[in-house]
Each structure stands twice: as C-alpha cells, then as structure tokens.
C-alpha cells in the first residue's frame, strides 16, 4: 500500500516491489476490504487516493520511518553489548 500510494501507481509500487501490478492491486483490495473503506479512487487514467487513504498513508509513511530510524539505532549499538566468552 505505502509503495502504491507514494507512486499513485500499482504499476509503480509493483516495479519497485518485484511484484506483479495484478499482486499488489489485490493486496491493496484485501486490505481495503480488512479496513472497510476504500483507499484509492479508480479513474480512467489511473488512480488517486481517497481522503482517507491520504491519512492512512501518512500514517504508514510515519511508522515505516520510525521503524527506520529504530534498525538505524540498533545497528548502530553492534559490538557495545554485553557478549559471552
């Protein structure tokens, strides 16, 4: 989802995933089915997302981020632990 809605393209997100486009559209159809609303708007030329979808992915954007930053720290510490001998 955060890969199709940063692209606004399945097509895009699928490219940078090494998926195919049909494989995320049906992750991100799953997942508007488990939330109950949808995430993007469908038009001719493409897709938009949703006002909701636009909160979503700010939201995903933000805990991706942080989990980042958590990898970045903690691979940071190597070598600074206790280890056994």
Do not use: I, K
């Amino acid at each position: 989802f955060e890969a199709a809605a940063r692209h606004q393209s399945f097509t895009r997100a699928a490219q940078e995933l090494n998926l195919t486009q049909g494989a995320v559209s049906r992750q991100v159809a799953v997942l508007e089915d488990f939330l109950g609303v949808p995430l993007f708007r469908r038009t001719q030329h493409g897709m938009v997302l949703t006002p909701a979808g636009t909160d979503y992915a700010r939201h995903v954007r933000q805990r991706l981020d942080a989990l980042e930053r958590d990898a970045v720290e903690l691979m940071g510490r190597r070598g600074q632990g206790d280890s056994l001998t």
